[in-house]
T-cell receptor, first 110, second 114 residues
Framework: DAKTTQPPSMDCAEGRAANLPCNHS???????VYWYRQIHSQGPQYIIH???NNETNEMASLIITEDRKSSTLILPHATLRDTAVYYC????????????FGQGTTLQVK | DAGITQSPRHKVTETGTPVTLRCHQT?????MYWYRQDPGHGLRLIHY???????DKGEVSDGYSVSRSKTEDFLLTLESATSSQTSVYFC?????????????FGPGTRLTVL
């Protein structure tokens, strides 16, 4: 399974963009990059996913590098409610339905 | 919100007693999962199910068993609870299709084993 590497913590000023990086240098061609977040004591929540093109939805944007070895989750205007642990996960059909959550990045919006 | 409930939401039990946690869904999703979350370990997969009566192990399955006799219910059993199984347990559901695996999580069950 492809592994991901994320910084353990980041800070962001309220109203500014939060850019959360993720390295996944061993990603396979058919594996997607998923992002989830977990607000304190709640279950994780799906944010966005992508294969190789940049993706945007109402919550965030996902930028994947051309070589697909890294990606960045962008929260365009962070609010205090975005304070959470953010998980970057690589998933493909060979994972047989299993998502493997790492330690994630704790984002503190101040 | 996806229709997922977990019961009980909180439980305190003693070492050596059996414990069963229930996850119930109203979404008719094929896949169901049990995770545990502990400080310093993040979220770890215990067992999952890919259909009625079809289950498989996750990362930390020792000491746990599961059953799924119908689509909407996924049970997690601790045959003989130990203090190391004190944790928060999350259930999740998903309709896995190819590379798509958006999981929806329940509210969690806080289990304390004394």
């Amino acid at each position: 399974d492809a592994k991901t590497t994320q910084p353990p913590s980041m800070d962001c000023a309220e109203g500014r963009a939060a850019n959360l990086p993720c390295n996944h240098s061993t990603i396979s061609g058919n594996e997607y990059v998923y992002w989830y977040r977990q607000i304190h004591s709640q279950g994780p929540q799906y944010i966005i996913h992508g294969l190789k093109n940049n993706e945007t939805n109402e919550m965030a944007s996902l930028i994947i590098t051309e070589d697909r070895k890294s990606s960045t989750l962008i929260l365009p205007h962070a609010t205090l409610r975005d304070t959470a642990v953010y998980y970057c996960i690589v998933y493909g059909s060979s994972n047989t339905g299993k998502l493997i959550f790492g330690q994630g990045t704790t984002l503190q919006v101040k | 919100d996806a229709g997922i409930t977990q019961s009980p939401r909180h439980k305190v039990t003693e070492t050596g007693t059996p414990v069963t946690l229930r996850c119930h869904q109203t979404e008719n999703h094929r896949y169901m999962y049990w995770y545990r979350q502990d400080p310093g370990h993040g979220l770890r997969l215990i067992h999952y199910s890919y259909g009625v009566k079809d289950t498989d192990k996750g990362e930390v399955s020792d000491g746990y068993s599961v059953s799924r006799s119908k689509t909407e219910d996924f049970l997690l059993t601790l045959e003989s609870a130990t203090s190391s199984q004190t944790s928060v347990y999350f259930c999740a559901i998903s309709d896995v299709s190819g590379g798509h695996n958006e999981q929806f999580f329940g509210p969690g069950t806080r289990l304390t084993v004394l």
